[in-house]
């Protein structure tokens, strides 16, 4: 059994009872933490969101410690540019302490997986405002031929008022 886990931007393959080093993680020494399942693997595989939702991968904090100095030399020919820096990356040490799957569920088909979230999934935002926003643009199309007819009426109304006059 083993999980891969994701943390400080990176992917581990993580095991019970491993030890390893990540970037800083915030606690104390001694404190444990909670790290971000990706895929669930014992006898089957599960990386689906409502599956992952009952993995727990736990570990503890063993300690904080900064990486080995790392040399950066930058320079440009013929132009007399040169520069030296360093930098040490912050780390943890932590072990793995447990990995437990509640309700894990095996990986869906993909086709079933299509068919289930188009039948379950709710319509989207802009879907959603669309039908709300139908009903209101029908009462204006039903609005508008009417104020279109009377607004034609007015200039016919002024026209055959010349022509009488006329």
């Known amino acids: 059994m083993y999980a891969i886990v994701k943390t400080g931007g990176k992917q581990y393959r993580v095991e019970r009872g491993q030890r390893l080093l990540v970037e800083r993680l915030p606690g104390a020494e001694g404190a444990d933490v909670a790290l971000e399942p990706i895929l669930y693997r014992s006898e089957e595989a599960v990386f689906d969101r ?3 939702a009952g993995v727990q991968v736990t570990a503890k904090i063993l300690a904080h410690e900064r990486g080995e100095k790392l040399r950066v030399f930058k320079f440009k020919p013929k132009r007399g ?3 030296r820096t360093g930098h040490r990356q912050e780390l943890t040490r932590i072990e793995v302490t447990d990995i437990t799957a509640g309700k894990a569920k095996a990986a869906k088909p993909a086709a079933e997986m299509a068919e289930g979230e188009a039948a379950s999934k709710p319509a989207s935002k ?3 405002k669309a039908a709300k926003a139908a009903p209101k643009a029908a009462a204006k199309q039903k609005a508008a031929p009417k104020a279109a007819s009377k607004a034609a009426s007015k ?3 002024k026209a055959e008022e010349q022509s009488d006059g006329a």
């Open 50 to 52: 409502e599956g992952l």
């Open 81 to 83: 540019y040169k520069r």
């Open 126 to 128: 802009p879907a959603a």
């Open 155 to 157: 200039p016919a109304a």
